[in-house]
């Protein structure tokens, strides 16, 4: 059996009370610590499932084009890249 110590965790990893926000963060550079030199590669805006019951992120992917990270997670459904624009 496992006891989760307290004491404990704050000598390690950061808490895990952030990791959902991660999973929708903005994009970012965590190297280069900025958001400037990001190409966005695939943005996929949030949609709903084909079954009509789910909403599903948004979603995009992007590289660095300083240190050439790539980087791929959902992002907040009001969000989208800078300049993208829409095939209509
Ligand atoms: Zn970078």
């Known amino acids: ?3 989760i110590n307290p004491d404990h965790r704050s ?3 950061p808490s895990t009370g952030g990791l ?3 999973d929708s963060a903005l994009p970012w550079c965590e190297r280069c610590s900025t958001d400037e030199f990001l ?3 695939d943005f996929v805006p949030a ?3 084909s079954e009509g019951r789910d909403l599903i992120p948004a979603s995009v992917s992007y ?3 300083v240190c050439g990270s790539f980087n791929g997670h959902q992002v907040p459904p009001m969000w989208s890249p800078p300049h993208w624009f829409w095939y209509s």
Request: proline letters at 0%; hydrophobic letters at 35%; a neutral charge.
């Open 47 to 49: 949609r709903v499932s």
């Open 1 to 3: 059996m496992t006891i």
């Open 63 to 65: 590289s660095c084009s």
């Open 39 to 41: 190409i966005y590669e």
């Open 11 to 13: 000598t390690g990893l």
């Open 20 to 22: 959902a926000e991660r």
